[in-house]
T-cell receptor, first 117, second 115 residues
Framework: EAQVTQNPRYLITVTGKKLTVTCSQNMNHEYMSWYRQDPGLGLRQIYYSMNVEVTDKGDVPEGYKVSRKEKRNFPLILESPSPNQTSLYFC????????????????FGPGTRLTVL | GQQVMQIPQYQHVQEGEDFTTYCNSSTTLSNIQWYKQRPGGHPVFLIQLVKSGEVKKQKRLTFQFGEAKKNSSLHITATQTTDVGTYFC???????????????FGTGTLLAVQP
């Protein structure tokens, strides 16, 4: 089954304790992205990746890191989490149009609800 | 900076009534996507519009892309309880006049349908 998986689904942690949220897709998509969703603010892009070893900042990258060592995986790293990073996080993947290089429909993972105390 | 606003933020309708949400960008979009997120769920892709003035239909859903490619709308005819959720539009951020692969989402419209 074609899907995007995220782990963990729920996480409660404390300020300053490094954590990683994993994201994996089995559709051979080039494009992968991380979003955070907060009430009243919609979905905001954190980082995205056009392909292996190619990553770029979205609108809210501060406090986050990503890596893309393999095509299927795109982990989100919080080196020193703070309470303002409490949010619902979504990973998404998308194929790219061959002609334009632009993204097609995005497939979202189930989400990770993170609470930082 | 570039903004994408959606109105209304919230709409409550009786089952069978029509519903429309509007998406307005401060800059021209090369394309626009629409997503639906059920309560407690994740966004699910509905459609992508690319051409100026484009209209696409999916059963009871009608999507339109404005002539100036700065606005879009989603219209649902005769809503059903299964239509409940938040509807988001999304488009590529512009950069120096061109579209990037950095995406900006609208603020979303939450639709409640009363049986």
């Amino acid at each position: 089954e074609a899907q995007v998986t995220q782990n963990p689904r729920y996480l409660i942690t404390v300020t300053g304790k490094k954590l990683t949220v994993t994201c994996s897709q089995n559709m051979n998509h080039e494009y992968m992205s991380w979003y955070r969703q907060d009430p009243g603010l919609g979905l905001r892009q954190i980082y995205y990746s056009m392909n292996v070893e190619v990553t770029d900042k979205g609108d809210v990258p501060e406090g986050y890191k990503v890596s893309r060592k393999e095509k299927r995986n795109f982990p989100l790293i919080l080196e020193s989490p703070s309470p303002n990073q409490t949010s619902l996080y979504f990973c998404a993947s998308s194929p790219l149009f061959l002609t334009s290089g632009k993204i097609d429909e995005q497939f979202f993972g189930p989400g990770t609800r993170l609470t930082v105390l | 900076g570039q903004q994408v606003m959606q109105i209304p933020q919230y709409q409550h309708v009786q089952e069978g009534e029509d519903f429309t949400t509007y998406c307005n960008s401060s800059t021209t979009l090369s394309n626009i996507q629409w997503y639906k997120q059920r309560p407690g769920g994740h966004p699910v892709f509905l459609i992508q519009l690319v051409k100026s003035g484009e209209v696409k239909k999916q059963k009871r859903l009608t999507f339109q892309f404005g002539e100036a490619k700065k606005n879009s709308s989603l219209h649902i005819t005769a809503t059903q309880t299964t239509d409940v959720g938040t509807y988001f539009c999304a488009g590529p951020r512009g950069d120096y006049g061109g579209a990037t692969n950095k995406l900006i989402f609208g603020t979303g419209t939450l639709l409640a349908v009363q049986p």
